[in-house]
């Protein structure tokens, strides 16, 4: 079971951008979780593995887009080059909206959908058409209201949905971390520290950790 003292152990730095998200998540979790399905310690380890890495154990609850120019050419060679990286360079918003403008369910510039819809909340919550979903499956409205993921009172049931949404919950129930990272993630981007941090979030919670415990399937 999720509670307050384990939260407090494997996030000690949770309450760092959000003031009270701990509290929130604790007190969230006998209800949240067996509403979406996660009915049990093992599905629970895996969500919650998945949310350290994404949000950072709460530290990053809002995607970082304060990029330098050599970042920006580094992480998006097919949108800047060196005649543009210089207007958008410090510009998080402007940079938002360029590389998430026009895909994802976002408009694009000059709509703000890029920066109003980049990634928040536990899961990284990223893009119109996520944000609609969740709108539309489970009745939480964060897309007129985009800052939800990071109400502590919400967070975790934001994040949970997204995990549900995303088809996470077979491959939790089935302890496969590949399958739930790439369900969530789209790919295997931090797979070694999914990898641990489910070990963690196991032992944390009772679960068993086996010879296959980090999830190689």
Known sequence: MLTLEVLQQL????????????????AAAPDVFPRYGLNDDLTIAHAM?????????GVAMVENLNYSAQGLLATWPSRFNADNVND????????????????MGNAPPPSDDGWNYRGRGLSQLTGRDNYQALTDKFGLNVVDNPDLPLDPAQ????????????GCLPHAQADDVKGVTKALNGGLIGFADRQAWLVKWKAALGVDVDADSSGSS
């Open 11 to 26: 996030w000690p730095n949770g309450n760092h951008r959000v003031a009270g998200l701990v509290e929130g998540i604790a």
């Open 49 to 57: 593995a998945q949310f350290s890495v994404e949000c950072g154990g």
């Open 88 to 103: 958008y360079a410090r510009n998080p918003q402007k940079i938002a909206d360029m590389v998430y403008g026009g895909r």
């Open 155 to 166: 967070a975790l049931e934001v994040g949970v949905a997204s995990f549900v949404n995303c």
